[in-house]
């Protein structure tokens, strides 16, 4: 009997290690690893050159104009594309609720939702293609409504802004799914208590959809955060960091240093982590109290 209660007290514990080792092996171990190479000056195509310089890496990490021209430009990116999508995903999701019962609803959410499936290597191939500042579409669309051509990527005060377009364009679809389905599960006899009340469309917006969305939209917002402060694909593709280091990110600044200098690349994942973790908190202490669980 007491052999028994003890396997059944066991049994919970054996059902969560497969997950827990994979945890161990892939998350934890790596980010410790990750912590001592960021000690090291370490060259990935000579180990023997490899020795401890302490907190080195890190001095010369924050004495480099490089690193805040990354970290600018990932801020950057980050707070626009986040705001946007989610103010795009937003409205595109409360336009195909309209639409709820029309014969064309199941395929205009798969319309929205193609993008996100697609490689983003083929989204930024296409993009490139369609920003052509000689042959584009997009140029030829500004010429034809009396508008000057852009630059596009191949100018630093526009490629920003350009990456921004492909990413949002990319993700914004399937975010709208998610607060789509968010609205959808609103009970329906609030909606019909604020008629009752003769509550405007903006109050009930305001007062009602909002508050309940706002567990979607908070996810939403974590997510995209994180994401955004990893973007890597799109700038790598499309403008490898240029022009003069105008799109350079801070994950794209790791990668220009993964060969000669791992143990400076290191230091700076280490940084990125740190940033993405306190801004992580920052949204848990300071919005997760407006956030209305049903």
């Known amino acids: 009997m007491n052999r028994r209660k003890f396997w059944l007290s066991l049994r919970p514990y054996m059902m969560i290690l497969p997950a827990m080792l994979a945890i161990l092996c892939f998350v934890i171990y790596p980010v410790f690893y990750l912590l001592k190479l960021s000690f090291y000056k370490y060259n990935l195509l000579n180990h023997a050159k490899s020795k401890f310089v302490g907190g080195d890496n890190y001095k010369q990490l924050f004495a480099k104009d490089e690193f805040y021209i990354a970290l600018t430009n990932t801020v950057v990116y980050t707070v ?35 993008p996100h499936i697609i490689s983003i290597v083929s989204i930024a191939l296409v ?66 208590a604020a008629e009752l009340d003769n509550a405007g469309k903006f109050t009930t917006f305001y007062r009602i ?45 790791i990668y220009e240093y993964r060969s000669n200098n791992l143990g400076y690349a290191s230091a700076t994942g280490i940084v990125l982590m740190l940033i993405i973790a306190v801004l992580t908190f920052v949204y848990f202490r300071m919005l997760s109290k407006k956030v209305h669980y049903q």
């Not at 103010?87 to 409360?94: D, G, I, K, P, S």
């Not at 584009?136 to 669309?141: E, P, R, S, V």
């Not at 990456?163 to 789509?180: C, E, F, P």
């Open 80 to 114: 626009v594309t986040v705001l946007l999508t989610m103010l795009f995903a937003t409205l595109l999701a409360l336009w195909v609720n309209q639409k709820k019962g029309k014969k064309f609803n199941a395929l205009l959410q798969a319309g929205i939702f193609t």
């Open 209 to 253: 959809t909002l508050p309940m969305i706002s567990p979607q939209l908070f996810f939403i917002l974590i997510i995209m955060t994180i994401g955004s402060f990893k973007v890597f694909d799109t700038v790598r593709i499309m403008t490898g960091g240029g022009p003069n280091n105008s799109t350079s990110t801070l994950v794209y600044h």
């Open 127 to 192: 993009w490139m293609l369609l920003m052509d500042p000689n042959h584009g579409i997009l140029n030829f669309l500004l010429k034809s409504v009396g508008l000057p051509p852009s630059k596009w990527l191949q100018s630093s005060s526009t490629s920003m802004m350009s990456v921004i377009l492909v990413s949002i364009w990319h993700s914004v679809g399937y975010y709208a799914l998610i607060v789509l389905a968010a609205l959808r599960s609103v009970p329906t006899p609030i909606y019909e």
